[in-house]
């Protein structure tokens, strides 16, 4: 399974970007789609997550900033993110959960937030 990540940028604070992510298969075969980010030295966290049923959980430093949603038919998930703030500024990464298995990883793509 391949997952393509695009939609990374720079941005000035308070900014917005949308990031994509393409599945070369059903997303709906998938426990849950995720993003999440990384900075140099820092572990992966979790931004925010779709289960197979549509129910989403986010981060509490991205709650009522970002909004994840997919599209089954065209095997997406995107991230909305508005309000942008420094802090947010990472790498990306696209996530497919696998029950009892390893998640499948897209490339990440980077976010830069300029102040």
């Known amino acids: 399974v391949q997952l393509q990540a695009s939609g990374g940028g720079l941005v000035q604070a308070g900014g917005s970007l949308r990031l994509s992510c393409a599945a070369s298969r059903s997303i709906f075969s998938f426990n849950a789609m995720g993003w999440y980010r990384q900075t140099p030295g820092q572990e992966r966290e979790l931004v925010a997550r779709?289960?197979?049923?549509?129910?989403?959980n986010y981060a509490d430093s991205v709650k009522g900033r970002f909004t994840i949603s997919r599209d089954i038919a065209k095997n997406t998930v995107w991230l909305q993110m508005n309000s942008l703030k420094p802090e947010d500024t990472a790498a990306y990464y696209c996530n497919a959960d696998r029950k009892l298995l390893p998640p499948y990883w897209g490339q990440g793509t980077l976010v830069t937030v300029s102040s």
């Open positions: 779709i289960s197979s049923d549509g129910s989403t």
